[in-house]
């Protein structure tokens, strides 16, 4: 089992920034890539970023390229998403999850999730 806690969700305006945090815990957590997606209201979860076990790649949905970073420590047990240039159809609720495949991109492929963050960007 994984457990992972997501953290720094916030009420934030429109180009601004943010940055999220998953801790995880239980097993080794170098052993799994991680990802991060989001759900807003109504709407189903999508993929958002993933990076490898090593954090020496990464992968991004078109439409965060260039304004999000996902990053990791291994060290700290923690995946990270920075957030820039936030605008208001980024609001929804972040999920950090685990895989143990890179490149993995649907829900249905990951193992683990947390319990989600709320990011709400304002216009």
């Known amino acids: 089992q994984v457990q992972l806690v997501e953290s720094g969700g916030e009420l934030v305006q429109a180009g601004g920034s943010l940055r999220l945090s998953c801790a995880a815990s239980?097993?080794?957590?170098?052993?799994?890539?991680m990802g991060w997606f989001r759900q807003a209201p109504g709407k189903e979860r999508e993929f958002v970023a993933t990076?490898?076990?090593?954090?020496?790649?990464?992968l991004y949905a078109d439409s965060v390229k260039g304004r999000f970073t996902i990053s990791r420590d291994n060290a700290k047990n923690t995946v990270y998403l920075q957030m820039n240039s936030l605008k208001p159809e980024d609001t929804a609720v972040f999920y950090c999850?685990?895989?143990?495949?890179?490149?993995?991109?649907?829900?249905?492929?990951?193992?683990?999730w947390g319990q989600g963050t709320q990011v709400t960007v304002s216009s």
């Open positions: 999850a685990a895989t143990r495949y890179y490149s993995t991109t649907r829900p249905v492929g990951y193992d683990y």
């Open positions: 239980g097993r080794t957590f170098s052993n799994y890539a």
């Open positions: 990076i490898s076990r090593s954090g020496g790649s990464t």
